[in-house]
């Protein structure tokens, strides 16, 4: 340890000190740890994506096998899968993973270097690889590997407190540090993502040349220091804190600006800070798909211009919703804003949750807001969920999120517990010298009402902010991309043991500070009646059409219920009623309304969670209807 680490001035409660209960995230958070995670070893296994590393290593003969971005995969299901080491104990998933770390360890050459698609054959590698190590960084994802190697590093360190993996890790961070820098190879990777895992590396080992490798790396970008800049596709046109709106691959993007709001962090730097909260204003006020998703474009999978948001042709990929996911959590730990907490909360729910399978075993790589039954979307150019693709990087992705969902619901500040997802389950919350345990229980998203038992050991004063979410405050999003088409007065309210609380909002919060003691009862309802939504009129693709919300849940009409369904029309008059099925899709609340069809006769339907849509065969599907 080098000294102090600098961190957020807002902590997450750590996900190995929350427990998930109740039936809407429990199974499925069961499901990736039993299924998804065999799955994708099983997988990576039978495409060579592990052998790779035995070939590297000596242990087997046989050419590089599949993309060279393919260890990316294998390091990201090893991080997952440590998470689920981390939720209960399991001896034969450790085995297996020793087993893989020894094939990595044995990959690795002696001077750190690990990128199987080099080490196999260095004299004739895969042509994107470049002739020699560090010449194709804007192609070749020779360091963005290595990030989701330090993150699945470090995430094996923290379940087992093994250094087999951590080791070899730091290995390839020294390296790297060696070879970059002011004085020596300037370039950045094409493909973000080791700024935030050199951040973490940061944490976990107290070094500060990892945080200020990944200060250079971003630093660099934009910048033309000897070397050809790649352009806007990879956010490699301006310097970091001059650029100002979303530009290229969105995924990319989200990850660099996830990385950038650890920089403000960690680095207490003014610059990052307010470039991060201005491209969050590009993002979230003209770039958010309502499913919240982003990445408008099939063309280089890229954000489009301003108010760009197409409904069948939009491309929302999965991997993109979950760099939203990461970005916003961490813009709220800088700020202690909820309007962060509001997006990470639609793109959870929607666009990220939509791209897992209930089977935990298919897969949306692209999330449309609508399919003609024609048009072939995903990224293998099917128009169902897939057991998997070529580039695997969503299936692979998913299961770093869901084991460690726990961990973005509580947070803690100064004196002050966060919370931010309404979940059941249960806390154990250390806030300076108090321990405070959190029991939550309600059936959210299906219902509004959320029962919260709040017990201290000893008396203790601090603050506890109820997120209120944008939805019960009358818009969908904090600021004017989509707005609510009808009005609803019902308010939310608060009660402390039986008695109601004022409703007094700051920073998207309502607080309730006072002398904790023993066990408190707080009750909080949040309204969630069926809501109209409509786009900014800019947003060309959307004019004249009309969503369905309910709470957090985007609606969508399939024709597994309804026949033809991008022939109809909404009228505003419609009646519009929800009911819980329990037999329907893992049970869902759905919406039931009339619309009219293109002959004008009027014609019942049946709107479904967007999440849930394509489990029933292929068929038309939208989100968005004509107002009429």
């Given at each position: 340890?080098?000294?102090?680490i600098?961190?957020?001035p ?7 000190r929350?427990?998930?209960?109740g039936?809407f995230?429990?199974p499925?958070?069961d499901?990736a740890i039993?299924?998804t ?5 099983e ?5 060579g ?8 290593g ?5 050419a590089h096998?599949?993309i060279?971005y393919n260890?990316s995969?294998v390091?990201?299901v090893v991080?997952g899968a ?10 034969e998933?450790e085995r297996?993973?020793?087993?893989l ?6 990959a690795?050459?002696?001077d750190?270097y690990l ?5 196999i054959?260095p004299?004739n ?11 194709n960084l ?7 590997n290595v ?5 699945a590093?470090?995430?094996h360190f923290e379940?087992t407190g093994?250094?087999n993996?951590?080791d070899?890790?730091i290995k390839?961070a ?13 370039d950045v990777?094409g493909h973000?993502?080791?700024e935030?895992a050199?951040v973490?590396?940061?944490r ?9 490798l990944?200060k250079?790396f971003?630093d660099e ?7 050809e800049?790649?352009g806007p ?6 310097p970091?804190?001059e650029?100002?709106?979303a ?5 990319r993007a ?5 990385g950038?709001?650890d920089i ?12 991060v909260?201005?491209?969050?204003e ?11 998703g982003i990445g ?5 999978e ?11 042709t939009?491309?929302?990929?999965t991997?993109?919703?979950?760099a939203?996911?990461l ?8 700020t202690g804003?909820?309007?962060?907490i509001?997006?990470?909360?639609r793109?959870l729910?929607?666009?990220?949750l939509?791209?897992?399978?209930m089977?935990?075993r298919s897969?949306?790589y692209v ?5 003609d039954?024609?048009?072939?979307f ?7 969920r897939?057991?998997w693709f070529?580039?695997s990087?969503?299936?692979?992705n998913?299961?770093?999120?869901l ?5 973005y ?8 517990i966060?919370?931010n997802?309404y979940?059941?389950?249960?806390a154990?919350?250390r806030?300076?010298d108090?321990n405070?345990?959190?029991?939550q229980r ?5 219902a ?6 709040l017990?201290v050991?000893?008396p203790a004063t601090?603050?506890?902010?109820l997120?209120?979410p ?11 991309l989509y707005?609510?088409l009808d ?6 309210t608060?009660?402390?043991d039986?008695d109601p609380m004022p409703i ?16 408190s009862r707080?009750?909080?309802?949040l ?5 109209r939504?409509?786009?900014h009129p ?7 059409m009309?969503a ?7 609606y969508a009409l399939?024709?597994e ?5 991008l ?10 009623d929800?009911?819980?099925d329990?037999?329907l ?7 039931h309304?009339?619309?009219?069809a293109d002959?004008?006769m009027s014609?019942?339907?049946k709107?479904?969670p967007?999440?849930?849509w394509?489990?029933?065969?292929v ?5 968005w209807l004509?107002?009429?």
């Open positions: 340890m080098t000294g102090e600098r961190d957020y807002i902590q997450p409660v750590p996900f190995t929350v427990k998930i209960q039936s995230w429990k499925r958070i499901t039993k299924v995670i065999p799955y994708d070893f997988k990576c296994e039978e495409t994506r592990i052998d790779n590393f035995a070939k590297a000596g242990l087997m003969a046989g096998e599949g060279f260890d995969d390091f990201k991080e440590a998470y689920a080491l981390q939720n209960a104990a399991d001896d998933l297996y993973l020793d087993d770390i020894g094939k990595f360890a044995a690795q050459e002696d750190g990128y199987t698609a080099r080490t054959d004299d590698p895969p042509e994107p690889c470049g002739p020699v190590r560090w010449s804007r192609v070749n994802h020779e360091l963005y990030g989701h190697m330090y993150e590093a470090i995430a379940a093994k250094r993996f951590l070899v890790a390839n020294d390296l790297i540090d060696a070879i970059f820098g002011l004085d020596k190879l300037r990777p973000q993502e080791i935030l050199l973490r590396l940061y976990v080992t107290g070094d500060e040349r990892y945080l200020k990944a250079f971003l970008r934009g910048r033309a220091n000897g070397r800049v790649y596709y990879c956010q490699d046109h301006l970091v804190t650029q100002s709106e530009v290229g691959h969105a995924v989200g990850y660099m600006y996830a950038m709001t403000a962090a960690t680095m207490a730097d003014a610059d990052y800070a307010a470039a909260l201005t491209l969050w590009n993002v979230a006020g003209k770039k958010l798909a309502l499913t919240g408008a474009r099939h063309e280089g890229a954000f489009g211009e301003d108010y760009e948001l197409p409904n069948l939009a491309y929302n990929e991997c993109a919703a979950q939203n996911i970005w916003n959590q961490r813009l709220f730990l800088l804003e909820a309007k962060y509001d997006i990470l909360e793109s729910y929607n666009g990220f939509a791209g897992i399978g089977d935990g897969f949306f999330n449309p807001l609508a399919c039954g024609e048009f072939r995903n990224r293998d150019k099917e128009l169902t897939q057991p070529r580039t990087c969503c299936p692979t998913i299961v770093r999120l084991p460690s969902l726990s961990g619901i509580y947070a803690c500040g100064d004196r002050e966060f919370v997802l979940i059941a389950g249960k154990n919350v806030l300076g108090t405070v345990t959190i029991e309600t059936d959210y998203p299906w509004g009402e959320i029962e919260i038992d017990t050991a000893e601090f603050a506890l902010r997120r209120l944008s939805f019960a405050q009358g818009q969908p999003l904090p600021n004017d707005r609510y009005d609803f007065n019902e308010a939310v608060v009660k402390v039986g007094e909002l700051r920073n998207g919060y309502t607080e309730i500070s006072r002398s904790w003691s023993g066990t707080i009750n909080l309802r309204p969630m009646p069926i809501r939504v409509i786009a800019a947003v060309a693709d959307l004019g004249s009309v369905l919300e309910r709470g957090p849940l985007v399939e024709a219920d309804n026949g033809s369904v022939d109809l029309a909404l009228p505003d008059s419609s009646q519009l929800a009911s819980f329990p037999d899709l893992d049970g869902v609340t759905v919406i309304g009339e619309a009219t002959d004008g014609r019942g339907f709107a479904i967007y999440y849930a394509g489990h029933r065969g068929g038309q599907m939208t989100v004509r107002r009429g």
